[in-house]
Each structure stands twice: as structure tokens, then as C-alpha cells.
């Protein structure tokens, strides 16, 4: 009852910007691929976004999508360039003034690890389940 009504008050009133991290794991489409791996380990992230030259958000690179370009090209791949590799050009994104509920929602309804929060296109961070997790935000 009371724990559940403090949860659910909590994803109500507390914003994304509350809840990201500081690090914000971003590459560019001509960034290698390898510069994105460093940002994953650096970040302890399974994304990073990608954006263009003006900083907008074109795309993600997941730990999912790098299993898979290596499993079909092998090492040989780690010098290209992000946009010589499939990436994710639709990535799930929600705005850093939402409510929480709003993305414990998206959580859920997608299946996800990982959403890209973003200002004006432009990212500015990137919210794991697991922050939720740890803030006792979702179970």
C-alpha cells in the first residue's frame, strides 16, 4: 500500500533530467566504430547515440548491433565509420521534462534497455531500466 502509493508518486512528480546520468555517450556518424565501443565501456551503457554535424540525434549504436556486425564481418569492421554500419535510425527517445511514469511506461510497453533523452533533437542523455531499478522506480 504505502510503499507502492511513494513509488507511483515518485514516477509522477520526478522528471527524466532527475534521473540520467551525467555521462552522455554520444559519437558522430563519422566517428569509427571503435570510438563508440570506448563510449559503451566508458559510460557502462549498451547504447550510445549518434548525431550529425549540428548535434542532432540521427540514430543509436547498441551492444546488440555490434554482436551482430562482428558475427558477420568479424574485427575487420571496427575501423569503418558509424554511418558505414546498420545503426539504429529510429531510436526510442523521450524528452528530458517528462514524467518518470512516462518513461517506466515506454519501459514496458517496448522492451527496452536503454532510452535516449533528448532536448530540441538533440541528446543529452541516456536513462538504463536499471536507473529505475536502483531508485526502486519500477521492479
Do not use: W
Amino acid at each position: 500500500g504505502t510503499e507502492q502509493f511513494i513509488t507511483h508518486t515518485r514516477q509522477l512528480t520526478m522528471k527524466v533530467r532527475d534521473v540520467i546520468r551525467t555521462y552522455n555517450p554520444i559519437v558522430h556518424l563519422d566517428s569509427l566504430i571503435i570510438d563508440a565501443i570506448m563510449q559503451m565501456t566508458e559510460s557502462g551503457l549498451g547504447a550510445v547515440s549518434i548525431t550529425d554535424g549540428s548535434n542532432k540525434l540521427i540514430g543509436c549504436f547498441t551492444d546488440g548491433d555490434l554482436r551482430r556486425i562482428l558475427k558477420e564481418e568479424g574485427q575487420s569492421f571496427l575501423q569503418k565509420r558509424m554511418g558505414d554500419v546498420p545503426y539504429n535510425k529510429q531510436p526510442i527517445v523521450i524528452d528530458a521534462d517528462a514524467s518518470l511514469i512516462n518513461t517506466v511506461n515506454i519501459f514496458k510497453g517496448k522492451k527496452v534497455d536503454n532510452i535516449i533523452v533528448v532536448e530540441e533533437d538533440c541528446p543529452v542523455g541516456i536513462i538504463d531500466i536499471q536507473d529505475l531499478v536502483k531508485l526502486n522506480l519500477i521492479g
